[in-house]
Every structure is written in C-alpha cells, then in structure tokens.
C-alpha cells in the first residue's frame, strides 16, 4: 500500500523560501504523477504544481513564476520549491499521486506551513 | 480553467436519510475517445486529509461504502449518500482531472440533522 509523508519546517518568515519533501513509501515513484495541492486554513483545496515520471512539470499559473517541483527517484521522494512566500502561502499542504487525466488516489497527511513575521 | 461549482455549500441531514450533491462544470470533462468522465469526489473529514471517494465519474473506490454514488456526464455530477451515517459527517469536494490544471469545487459540508 502506497503511502506518503510530507517534511517541512512549519513556520516560515515573509520573503523566505519554502522547501518540502514528499517521501513515498510502499511503491515506486515511477509511473505515476505527483502533485502538490494546498488548503489555507478554513478554506477548500487548491492544486498548485504536479510532476511527471518523466520530470515534466505544470504549475499553477499564479505561482508559476516562484514554484518548482522535482523528482528524486534514487530516493522515491519528490520536492517543492516555493520562494518570496507571503502571509498568503499559509495553508497544509498535501502531496498526492495523481495529475494530467490520473485522479488524486493517494494523499500525504498534510503539513501546515505558517508564514509570519 | 475549468470553474467546478458545487451546490449546496452545506446541508443538514437526518441519520439514515439521503444526502445529494451538485456539480457542474464551466466545460465538459467527457473524453470522446474512452466515453470517461475525468471526475472526481473526495471525502475530507475534520483534522483530516482528503480522501478519494469515487473517479471516473460514478467509479467508487476500493474500500468506499456502497451507500456513496457518483452520477452524471459532460459538464453536471450528483454525489448521492444513502442512508446518512455519522461518520459520514464532512467536507465533499468535486475535481476534475480532465486538463493540465486539476480544479476543485467549493467544498459541501454534510451535517447531522
């Protein structure tokens, strides 16, 4: 059974870099598409980047110009790279498998990422 | 992007009594070629993370209760519950997976009534 577990630093300052890790257990990071999708605290879902098997990439088109996502498949981990985060990239974020035309079958537990002066 | 719209935002319902909801697409999500609807209905209980209830439109999950249901074609879906259970008590959540940019309703909140 495929599982994932998100790590990441919790509280962040304004115009600070956000760096998370998604680790996947159980199954092979291969194959699949792997997503980051985020939740403002109270509020619904919002998809923001995924990559592909192959490294190809989509974000968002807001975050676009501060997001990068990569794959590390020696490790079976993939990461995001969010920089100059405001007080408006407060939310947990999930990592999830799934993508372009493949459904978000498997969700991370989520790590609320808090960004304050 | 595709705008998923959910309605109700939030309904209250009586143990062991149906629960509906609404989902309408800004375009259709139907993919000619397989005949699939790339939709999706995920369950996320309070403290908790989403979880994937039914894809392909009307395809439960493994491990999903068969008093969840999934309806609908091109651009309008239905999530049915049967006969309420307390535990069903959550936020609902539309998506669709049809483009490069997944998006996700509104959210539904089903409560006890």
């Known amino acids: 059974q495929v599982q994932l577990q998100e790590s990441g630093p919790g509280l962040l300052k304004p115009s600070e870099t956000l760096s998370l890790t998604c680790t996947v257990s159980g199954g092979s990071i291969n194959s699949y598409y792997w997503s980051w999708i985020r939740q403002p605290p109270g509020k619904g879902l919002e998809w923001i980047g995924y990559i592909s098997y192959s490294g190809n990439t989509n974000f968002l088109p807001s975050l676009k110009s501060r997001l990068n996502i990569s794959l590390d498949t020696s490790n079976n981990q993939f990461s995001l790279i969010l920089t100059s985060i405001t007080a408006a990239d407060t939310a947990v974020y999930y990592c999830?498998?799934?993508?372009?035309?493949?459904?978000?079958?498997?969700w991370g537990q989520g790590t609320l990422i808090t960004v304050s002066s | 992007d595709i705008v998923m719209t959910q309605s109700p935002d939030s309904l209250a319902v009586s143990l062991g009594e149906r629960a509906t909801i609404s989902c309408k697409s800004s375009?259709?999500?139907?993919?000619?070629?397989?005949?699939?609807?790339?939709l999706a209905w995920h369950q996320q209980k309070p403290g908790q993370p989403p979880k994937l209830l039914i894809y392909?439109?009307?395809t439960r999950e493994s491990g999903v209760p068969d008093r969840f249901s999934g309806s609908g074609s091109g651009t309008d879906f239905t999530l049915t519950i049967t006969s309420l259970q307390a535990e069903d008590v959550a936020v609902y959540y539309c998506?669709?997976?049809?483009?490069?940019?997944?998006?996700f309703g509104q959210g539904t909140t089903v409560e006890i009534k």
């Open positions: 375009q259709s999500v139907l993919y000619s070629p397989n005949n699939k609807n790339y």
């Open positions: 999830a498998r799934g993508g372009f035309r493949r459904r978000f079958d498997v």
């Open positions: 998506q669709q997976y049809y483009t490069t940019l997944p998006t």
């Open positions: 392909w439109a009307s």
